[in-house]
């Protein structure tokens, strides 16, 4: 692996966004493939802070520093795809709307989750907590976002999600989505019982669904 | 003491920062930071640790936490502010007795210190965990008929008369006043009508929280719950909850569930900032108790190693530098009718009572099932007690949670490990445990004897 590639494996894994900017500008200067940075180099140090993060050995923050120094070593990227690679937007491997749904305000699965999906490749918009399922719906359509991923920690919160999925029906609109529940609570059986797409256990899991069902 | 207003005050202009910044750049480095500035590591074989010092770092890096960061408003995005002083006079305030419940029945719940020659009280119940309607009054009492259960408390009605419950609807207000009467009924039929209780737990939003502080319901005497959000967050919903206790007098429990694994990193950096949670909730949350409930960041229960370890720490802490009637949930992974619950019980319950704790359970299969009942309560109330009994010291605490461990820990790499609900483990007439999960227990309590633990 070159020396360029090595820098930039080493900033995401470390949560450096100055340094993942740094050499990230440092790769392309020494006339590096952006598309090799990004599939060498950021998205496998997002894989390594993954793993880390199952293992136990990184904690949520290690966690949201990697997404923070993938998105600024993207900021220097994205715009050499673009130069290089008609319709680079396609290397994102899809648009996200993460949020906890109103009345809850646990965000931390649902913080997890979008970091892991971040760091896999997606383009995530998290919506932050307690928030009103029809602003969901308005995001998911203003962005043109694949995946709605939705999470409820409370029991009594829950219903919400099961609103939104038929408040997407009743608008017409819910063949356009991918939709992802999660929360201490929701099972299987329930998230299939409301018509949800999907559930999983984990982040990790819920990052692997993801890829599954939007085929990237 | 710091007057309420000026709190509403301070989160209304106090300085603004982005949610995501106040997480990362407050609460994660400024804990990374005293972790290393008070150079305290985390061992795994030492989840009760018997090093003074080790206590004593944690309070004053939590304590410096606090003066430093102050706490979030999400509803406002800004810094609430306190100076030294006032978390000084915070800390002095922090009540040494507490009347709970009335009558004979009244319970005073004490700033426990290590050593203590007061053994902790026992509040019964299975906290916030979701149960049925139609078995929600014979759980309730299958607590309260316990001798050793001191307090009560309960799990979230999910559904009233056959309708769901939603957070911040009407239904809220009918779920939590439901709840209240179940217990007001239980508390009877147990024969204890005057016993305290931390209830209106199916009060997710401040909605069923204020329908209730009436006498009929939960009486001045009660306690509720004023969240600390994670992590050293407040928001208006919650603040709510606290004004209303002013006038009224209901006695206010401070919650805090640190994620062991989220800001703070590992067990050090967690401790740290549940020491910091309890210093801002003295005067956020008017808390005259503190809850201790760390949460796993993957597993949930409070009886993995890193909870546990957060858990001696922080009780520690306070009872060495600043005692406070601090009442630590039981949040076990396994639920009714297993034998790792029993384990998991026994573990948590004997690392809480040395550590200067009162004790509150279990909210058994993580508080997310209803499968859970009276009988683990008892055994909750039982290996506490034998603890205190045989005065057992720290490092004989840790000796014990390091031979229990083992005979649960694979729970947590297993697909959980959640039993079988109330109404399969108790007969819902008597209300009494059935006859095998009855002798699950007695052979557990046999083999634990057997080791020495004198149950």
Known sequence: MSEHLAKVIAAIIDGDADAAEESAQTALAAGLDPLQILN?????????????????????????????ALKAAMDIVKPALLEKYAGADSQVKGTVVAATVQTDIHDIGKNIVASMLTAAGFEVVDMGVDVPIKSIIDKAEELGAQVIALSALLTTSMPFIKDLIELLKARGLREKYIVLVGGASVTEEWAKGIGADGTARNAAEAVKLARELIGA | MLNYLEVLDRANSGPYLSEENWD?????????????????EYDPNEVVTSDPAIADAIYQAGYEMAVELGAYSRSTERIIQFSQDEIDQGIRDMPQTLVMGEGKDARTLRARRL???????????????????????????????????????????????????????????????????????????????????????????????????????????????????????????????????????????????????????GPVGSAIINVASYLIANLTCLADYHILHPIHVRHVATSTREVLWVISATGQAFARNAPAIIVADIYPKSGAGT?????????????????????????????????????????????ALASHK??????????????????????????????????????????????????????????????????
């Not at chain 2, 359970?361 to 039982?382: I, K, Q, V, Y």
């Not at chain 2, 109330?422 to 083999?447: A, C, G, H, N, R």
């Open chain 2, 339 to 383: 034998k790792e619950l029993l384990y998991e019980t026994a573990a948590n319950a004997i690392v809480n009572a040395v550590t200067g704790s009162h004790l509150e359970g279990c909210g058994s299969a993580d508080g997310n099932l209803p499968h859970c009942s009276g009988l683990e309560a008892r055994w909750m109330a039982e290996c």
């Open chain 1, 40 to 68: 060498e180099g950021l998205m496998r140090g997002a894989d390594d802070v993954g793993k880390r993060f199952e293992s136990g050995e990184y904690f949520l923050p290690e966690l949201m520093l990697a997404g923070r």
């Open chain 2, 115 to 265: 050593d203590d020659d007061l053994p902790p009280l026992f509040f019964g119940g299975s906290p916030g965990t979701p149960i049925p309607e139609r078995y929600f009054l014979p759980n309730v009492i299958s607590y309260m008929q316990e001798p050793l259960i001191d307090l009560a408390t309960c799990g979230t009605l999910t559904e009233v008369d056959g309708r769901e419950v939603r957070t911040g609807n009407p239904i809220e207000i009918v779920s939590t006043r439901r709840e209240l009467q179940y217990m007001r009924q239980g508390l009877k039929r147990a024969g204890r009508p005057g016993m305290g209780m931390l209830a209106a737990q199916s009060s997710v939003s401040e909605l069923g929280d204020l329908a209730v502080a009436h006498p009929d319901y939960l009486r001045p005497c009660d306690s509720h719950l004023v969240p600390v959000l994670n992590e050293l967050k407040m928001d208006h919903r919650n603040i709510s909850r606290a004004v209303n206790s002013l006038e009224y007098g209901m006695i206010n429990a401070s919650l805090p569930c640190v994620i062991v694994g989220g800001l703070g990193g």
């Open chain 2, 390 to 455: 045989m005065k057992m010291t720290l490092k004989e605490a840790n000796e014990w949670a390091l031979k229990l461990l083992p005979k649960y820990e694979h729970v947590f790499t297993q697909d959980g490990n959640p039993g079988l609900p109330f109404d399969q483990v108790y007969d819902l007439q008597t209300i009494q445990p059935k006859d095998f999960w009855l002798e699950m227990y007695e052979e557990v309590k046999t083999e634990l004897k057997d080791m020495g633990l004198k149950v």
């Open chain 2, 24 to 40: 990362l750049e407050k609460v994660a480095m400024t804990a990374r930071r005293l972790v290393k500035k008070y150079k305290v």
